[in-house]
């Protein structure tokens, strides 16, 4: 199922830069999709981690604002120490990230709070946090070292960096996922939680790790949102939790948990931004696309339902036949054994 909702995703990605590109055929060029690739790039890596965390069960709406948070986090240590190393200021990125994250993992897990209210209040409280920092200023472009802004804008072999994170994330948590025993283990975490307790799966710690990940490739994106736009203020990425939500749901994320695969999600990421990228094109307002996101979710949330709710109705049916079939053969050996 998981495999033919890929397909079919694909070829909407594929049938939509179609559409588009019949009216400016250039849409469809390879710089251009590459482009769109770059621009989505930062939205795969956050709904990458997201789908970590709905696979276990739970939700994480803060991650916009650790983004936010992190990259405020960044900036400043830029401006007050130029110097100081890029590679360090995104370690340090992705370890403040990860706790942060840890944070949310741990009251889920340790207190029992339900994961969409903690994540509420720490969004709040991360964003809070920023105008603490801050008392509400920005960090602009000329506080901040060339070297800052310019590497997620560097090229290796004629690719920008900021790609080339992404693609290193997808392969990351594909191989994660698929190979290593605490991805399956959210998987079955979320999927059929008592199963996995008998099976010997501590579901509250997975659910943590999926929340620590989930921070720490917030905290990553913190550092290449604001260094690729040059500008960090309390409002950074305000709303951006929506599109990575919406991601997961249209790449076949089951909100249920325990469903989803990295295909799916990247799909789900490059079908929001080729719409991102198109309606300025089209000539329609950008400020849509949240009402195209908020759409895209109910739709794509609906077509999930309809999807699982399919062989549970056929395993109830068998259930129920199965009885029906024993009472009625019960029967006529009843009444052959009267008449004989």
């Not at 560097?154 to 605490?182: K, Q």
């Not at 399919?310 to 052959?336: K, T, Y």
């Amino acid at each position: 199922m998981s495999h033919s909702r890929d397909v079919l995703l694909g070829l909407a990605v594929i049938v939509l830069v179609g559409v588009v590109s019949l009216r400016f055929p250039g849409f469809a060029a390879p710089g251009s999709l590459a482009g769109v690739f770059n621009d989505s790039a930062i939205l795969i890596i956050l709904a990458l981690g997201q789908m970590a965390v709905i696979l276990t069960r739970c939700i994480d709406l803060s991650m916009a604002s650790n983004l936010a948070l992190v990259g405020m986090i960044t900036a400043m240590i830029n401006a007050s120490f130029p110097a100081f190393p890029i590679a360090g200021l995104i370690v340090l990125a992705i370890l403040i990230g990860g706790l942060l994250g840890g944070i949310n993992g741990l009251l889920v897990w340790k207190a029992g709070i339900p994961p969409i209210v903690v994540t509420l209040g720490t969004l709040t409280i991360f964003r809070g946090l920023i105008f603490v920092l801050t008392d509400g200023q920005w960090v602009n472009a000329h506080e901040m070292s060339a070297s800052y802004k310019a590497f997620p804008r560097a090229e290796f072999l004629s690719t920008p960096v900021l790609s080339w994170f992404a693609v290193l994330t997808i392969i990351g948590m594909a191989v994660f996922l698929t190979r290593a025993p605490a991805g399956r283990a959210m998987y079955a975490a979320g999927g059929n939680p008592n199963a996995a307790v008998y099976a010997g799966i501590d579901t509250g710690k997975t659910r943590a790790l999926a929340f620590v990940i989930a921070g720490g490739l917030a905290g990553l994106s913190g550092y290449l949102w604001v260094s690729r736009y040059a500008v960090a203020y309390v409002d950074v990425a305000g709303g951006f939790e929506l599109d990575v939500i919406a991601a997961c749901v249209i790449g076949g994320i089951s909100i249920a948990g325990g469903v989803g695969t990295v295909v799916g999600c990247v799909l789900g990421a490059l079908f929001l931004g080729v719409i991102k990228n198109a309606l300025p094109v089209v000539n329609i307002s950008p400020f849509w696309q949240l009402a195209i996101s908020g759409a895209a979710i109910i739709i794509a949330v609906i077509l999930n339902a309809r999807a699982e709710k399919r062989p549970g109705r056929l395993i109830l049916e068998r259930a129920v036949a199965a009885p029906v079939a024993n009472v009625s053969r019960s029967s006529a050996a009843q009444r052959g054994a009267d008449s004989a």
